[in-house]
């Protein structure tokens, strides 16, 4: 029993900057602008989040600086493909690698590290013991204890659901996504909303980067998202943009990725095989997925 705690307790914990990015990118996807910039978006909130937190002394601080760096890539990234008209995957892509390289010559030039920096300062985010909940003998252990934005990942899977499905903005967001041009005719401001889908992602995904570098830890490794940005918009396509039905993929790669760590150390297996795990997961649900809507259009 207590080796499920333990894995489940850490699916909620490893799943959280899935969920958190995967809702930003349910936003764009709704909206017909797919965000491939949720990785290096995720990275830079990573960054920002730990070396801000280190300069003020205060993890909350940390926490801003990692939504602001996050939203102004976001901005730059709008700017290009909804008035610049840039393919999508191709400003994507630059702006991966901008913040892949940046945080990396960052680190060198302003603390002179190489591949990570644990500031001795920095104390991550709070965790919350809930009264009540703790005592029982099996959700406790499981949904008890966590950080803040483990319980806020929750909390934005509700949000998100009740913007896009229970709002006018939502109604809106939809329809730029169903048919840009009918929108236009409808008399919905179209480049307002599909700004404001990317920014409000934009938000989202910086707390998913934070929540890697000062959310359980207190540090920074170079490429700390480690592909999470690419696994959270297959979590998209796995729940077609639905916030719930994606958020369960996400938690079905928290989980591998959870279960990877404990057999690795109870079997002794390779670990590079484990490591394959999760990501063989998601390419067999997108196999699947793909394969399924071909026989629906069949």
Not at 165 to 183: D, N, S
Not at 188 to 201: D, F
Request: aromatic share 10%; charged share 10%; net charge positive.
């Amino acid at each position: 029993m207590e080796f499920i705690t333990n894995v489940l307790f850490s699916t909620l914990r490893v799943s959280t900057p899935l969920i958190l990015a995967a809702m930003a990118g349910a936003l764009s996807k709704q909206v017909n602008l797919l965000n491939i910039a949720l990785e290096g978006l995720m990275l830079i909130g990573a960054f920002s989040a730990v070396i801000f937190a280190s300069v003020f002394g205060n993890v909350w601080y940390g926490l801003l600086m990692a939504v602001l760096s996050s939203l102004v890539l976001s901005i730059i990234f709008a700017i290009f493909v909804i008035d610049l008209r840039v393919n999508l995957i191709v400003a994507g892509l630059a702006i991966n690698i901008l913040t892949l390289g940046l945080t990396a010559y960052l680190l060198v030039v302003l603390f002179d590290a190489r591949g990570a920096f644990i500031p001795n300062n920095v104390v991550g985010l709070p965790k919350f013991i809930i009264p009540g909940l703790d005592a029982l003998p099996f959700l406790g252990k499981v949904l008890s204890g966590h950080g803040v934005l483990v319980y806020f990942s929750w909390l934005a899977v509700l949000l998100t659901h009740l913007l896009l499905y229970h709002t006018p903005y939502g109604l809106h967001l939809r329809a730029v996504g169903e048919h840009k041009e009918a929108a236009k005719t409808a008399g919905i401001a179209v480049k307002r909303i599909e700004y404001l889908s990317i920014l409000l992602g934009g938000v989202l995904a910086g707390l998913a980067g934070a929540q890697l570098s000062v959310g359980d830890l207190t540090l920074f490794n170079e490429n700390m998202t480690n592909g999470r940005g690419f696994i959270a918009l297959a979590a998209v396509f796995f729940g077609n943009a639905n916030p719930g039905i994606t958020a369960v993929g996400c938690l079905l790669f928290g989980l591998f990725e959870a279960l990877q760590f404990r057999v690795q150390i109870m079997t002794g297996m390779p670990p590079q095989l484990l490591q394959m795990l999760p990501y063989l997961i998601v390419v067999t649900i997108l196999i699947v997925i793909s394969t399924r809507k071909k026989m629906q259009k069949g």
